[in-house]
């Protein structure tokens, strides 16, 4: 933990600082500039694009009564996208764009599943074979429960309320 931590706040930095360095001596300071501002409006144009149709994955998969596992990973990722892109620099904007571009992004995604605990639970929801996880069980359980079958209703109790006109207002009496 300790070295990623060392290497996004210390590494990452000092090679960026580097790269922008060599890039305005090669091409100047202006068109580094320009280049710069360019690839952080591209870069939010791609984000904006990517996350709408991101989110239109996630409603399809939802109204389908399906997990969208990737589809929020993916979101997490465009987040982690877009800072990058909007920090100043061709190293960031590289790490970026492979953040919001769709191929690498979902690769990255399925990669985080299928190496994490997620994994468990996608399978989980899902009914999977092997999740511990009964679909039918559960279909029948809420198929009785709308029915009103093996609904034990012996311990209700009928009775009525009435206010006793005679007694204090904020007296009030069961009969």
Do not use: C, Y
Not at 8 to 22: D, Q, Y
Not at 23 to 37: D, K, Q, S, W
Not at 48 to 53: A, I, P
Not at 67 to 86: F, H, K, S, V, Y
């Amino acid at each position: 933990m300790f070295r990623v931590l060392f290497l996004l706040f210390i590494t990452i930095p000092i090679i960026e600082m580097g790269v922008l360095i060599w890039v305005g001596g090669f091409i100047g300071v202006l068109p580094t500039l320009a280049l710069v501002v360019m690839t952080a409006v591209l870069g939010v144009a791609l984000l904006r694009l990517q996350g709408f149709l991101t989110l239109q994955r996630i409603q399809e998969k939802l109204s389908f009564g399906e997990i969208p596992d990737t589809e929020l990973i993916e979101g997490g990722l465009l987040l982690i996208g877009g800072a990058l892109l909007l920090t100043p620099g061709f190293v960031t904007d590289a790490l970026g764009f492979m953040f919001l571009l769709p191929f690498s992004r979902r690769f990255f995604a399925k990669n985080i599943i299928k190496n994490s605990v997620l994994q468990n639970f996608s399978g989980f929801a899902q009914g999977q074979p092997g999740s511990g996880f009964d679909v039918d069980m559960m279909n029948s359980f809420w198929s009785q429960q709308t029915r009103g079958t093996n609904v034990d209703d012996s311990s209700v109790i009928d009775g009525d309320f009435e206010v006793d006109p005679e007694s204090d207002k904020n007296n009030k009496t069961l009969h």
